[in-house]
């Protein structure tokens, strides 16, 4: 008897037996467009579209960096690309890069009067002036900032509002349209970056998507900003790891300046150097 209540109790106690199985916990970090959401960065949706919006925690602002990404492309890559982080700390502005189309040509880039492709600039528009509303920005700076398709509609947005603009940097990205379809007689600075080994957007363009050599595109805005025919020459350093130097050409007497940067042994895409990039651009910040 002593030795089957012995057995049952044995028994009983096995059955009481509990296995603890942890579960793991999964946090969702939030992210605006692929790129991780802090407490610095946001997601503002417009018209069905989002962009990416960086402030740091200083109150008032001293303008906007807008961020134009190419196609295929994103507006985390393009961020990337100029260090939008950087440059807007650097000059307190608050850093917004929006979504493009999702196909094609990643905007609606195209400067053509006969055209009614305006909703990226309708969009554009409604978006900065959102952002200006709301961010506490104490001027009315604007510095654009575009990247092969981003560069064609940082051209487009130079036709079509250039007196909201302070200056324009596009890296492998030239107009595209019509010429006589930008009618604008108001001077904006420029600074363009180029490869002339550049095949995906070739420096002497294609009739094939309307785009314009880098050369025509330059003497648009050479003339539009009265500057003189000759220019300066000086060498900086190169923006890729493999790229040894880039010549940068400044006209003369211009109302707002014009500046191309010929890289050299650049391909379209790129592992650029935001740093060399900004130590050739930055004196853009300086414009009054």
Not at 140 to 155: C, H, P, R, T
Not at 200 to 212: E, F, W
Request: aromatic share 8%.
């Amino acid at each position: 008897m002593t030795s089957l209540l012995s057995a049952c109790g044995d028994g009983g106690g096995s059955s009481e037996e509990k296995t603890s199985v942890s579960k793991e916990v999964i946090v969702e970090v939030p992210k605006c467009l692929g790129s991780k959401i802090d407490d610095k960065t946001s997601c503002l949706e417009i018209s069905n579209r989002k962009a990416i919006l960086y402030k740091d925690n200083k109150e008032t602002k001293d303008g906007i960096a807008l961020f134009l990404h190419g196609s295929p492309g994103s507006a985390n890559k393009v961020m990337g690309i100029f260090d939008a982080k950087m440059i807007a700390t650097q000059h307190n502005l608050v850093a917004v890069s929006p979504e493009g189309i999702v196909s094609g040509w990643g905007w609606l880039s195209v400067n053509n009067s006969a055209s009614n492709e305006n909703s990226d600039v309708e969009y554009l528009t409604e978006l900065i002036t959102k952002v200006r509303s709301e961010g506490n920005i104490n001027t009315d700076k604007l510095y654009i900032f575009g990247y092969s398709a981003g560069g064609f509609m940082a051209y487009r947005l130079a036709c079509a509002m250039p007196e909201k603009i302070t200056s324009i940097v596009s890296l492998a990205g030239q107009f595209r349209g019509n010429l006589d379809a930008c009618e604008t007689s108001t001077p904006l600075a420029i600074h363009h970056f180029h490869s002339t080994s550049d095949d995906a957007v070739p420096y002497n363009g294609r009739s094939l998507d309307s785009i314009k050599s880098v050369d025509d595109t330059i003497e648009l805005w050479r003339i539009n900003n009265g500057c003189d025919i000759d220019e300066n020459s000086q060498e900086h350093v190169g923006v890729t790891a493999n790229s040894s130097k880039t010549i940068t050409l400044t006209y003369n007497n211009c109302l707002a300046s014009v500046t191309l940067s010929k890289m050299s042994f650049v391909p379209h895409e790129a592992e650029y150097i935001s740093q060399n990039l900004y130590q050739i651009y930055k004196y853009i910040f300086d414009t009054k």
